[in-house]
């Protein structure tokens, strides 16, 4: 049955994105109670409510799922406990098992590969030995990431050909175990695939964006995205196969490689909404927040098409101050996420700049 009108959603997790979905579940009249630590939590300016508590608070973990209808996440380093925890009494939706997999890039590309989803060769790293041997086998060239918690490009080297030196104080650098080597994928461009799947088991998806990113931060989504229409079909495949093997509800984010060849490997699974899919706002009559939304809510999921060619930006740091001149154009649909200060390296917003359709 579908959540009435006036049932309460709960979000773990109080960033943009958690606020991008509380907009979007204002507009089917759902109360919003944002479950984060920090008093600052973007998403909390529009929320009914707003626990501050930690992760790892079982009192307060338990109180907010009695007063809530259904609970879903907006980061994927939620603790796994937490998430077990509120499923307990509600409904916690994508579940647990889905966080899991995407917490830990071994599990995940073991997952993924299981999946029939193809990714770089890759390996644990626990010691200098390890990371030896694995860039033996790849040749000399591969990226060291932490297993768990990286994100944007945090937590990762890149390693070419480097001296033993190099290798070492990469390792230390970044903790020294429980760190993947990952084989360089030689890729022409990157794509992701945004799809939602219902309580029912249908399936819809976005079209999938080019993506660019700097310093391994997002950068610029377009659509529709710069590969052959069987390169876009391949990666729907592969996110189809992802959502079944996770029996999954709600929307994922898949992020793939293009090789030169056209092939596609699968980098990274985000169990929640995207950001290469902020454009879906302003492209399409439904955004991914709101398929988010109708598939935890067990609605209809909504029809994804696009009405416009779209080039999505981030506005990083100081680059919100292009917000007035910004304004002054036509077809650009602005948002911002409500954060004070603008540090460097900081998302503040996003704009998405429409073009007729090709
Ligand atoms: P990630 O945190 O895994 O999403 O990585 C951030 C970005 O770093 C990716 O979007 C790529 O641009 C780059 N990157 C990560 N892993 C690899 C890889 N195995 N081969 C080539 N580039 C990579």
Redesign the pocket.
């Known amino acids: 049955m579908a959540l009435k009108a006036g049932s309460t959603i709960g979000i773990l997790g109080g960033g943009q994105l958690g606020r991008m979905l509380a907009m979007a579940a204002a507009r089917f009249s759902y109360r919003i109670v944002i479950f984060d630590p920090d008093p600052l939590a973007p998403a909390a300016q529009l929320a009914a409510d707003h626990v501050r508590a930690q992760y790892d608070d079982v009192a307060a973990l338990e109180a907010f799922a009695r007063r809530c209808d259904v609970v879903t996440f907006e980061f994927e380093n939620v603790p796994v406990a937490a998430a077990k925890l509120i499923n307990a009494i509600t409904p916690v939706f994508p579940g647990p098992k889905a966080l899991e997999v995407a917490q830990d890039?071994i599990h995940e590309k073991t997952f993924l590969n299981a999946a029939g989803v193809a990714t770089?060769p890759?390996w644990p790293v626990d010691s200098p030995d390890d990371l030896e041997i694995a860039l033996d086998r790849l040749g000399g060239s591969?990226?060291l990431?932490t297993r768990r918690m990286?994100?944007?490009?945090?937590?990762?080297v890149?390693l070419k050909q480097a001296s033993g030196a190099i290798q070492v104080n990469a390792l230390a650098d970044l903790g020294g175990n429980n760190l993947i080597i990952?084989?360089?994928?030689?890729?022409a461009s990157?794509l992701s695939v945004i799809a939602a799947r219902a309580r029912d088991g249908s399936v819809r998806t976005h079209d999938p964006a080019s993506?660019v990113?700097r310093n391994?931060?997002?950068a610029i989504s377009t659509v529709p995205a710069a590969v052959s229409a069987s390169t876009c079909a391949a990666a729907v495949e592969a996110t189809r196969k992802i959502l079944s093997a996770l029996d999954y509800v709600g929307v994922l984010g898949v992020?793939f490689?293009v090789l030169e060849s056209g092939e596609i490997?699968a980098?990274?699974i985000a169990p929640r909404v995207h950001n290469s899919g902020h454009w879906t706002e302003a492209a399409c009559a439904i955004s991914q927040f709101e398929q988010h939304v109708r598939a935890i809510a067990g609605l209809p999921l909504g029809d994804p098409r696009r009405h416009s060619d779209c080039v999505m930006e981030n506005l990083v740091g100081s680059e919100i101050e292009r917000v007035e001149a910004l304004c002054a154009q036509s077809n650009v649909f602005i948002h911002l996420y409500g954060k004070d200060e603008a540090r460097a390296g900081r998302k503040m917003g996003h704009f998405t700049r429409l073009l007729p359709k090709t």
């Open positions: 890039r770089a890759f591969g990226v990431k990286g994100y944007d490009g945090k937590g990762q890149v990952e084989g360089l994928a030689p890729f990157e993506n990113h391994g931060m997002l992020e490689f490997l980098n990274e």
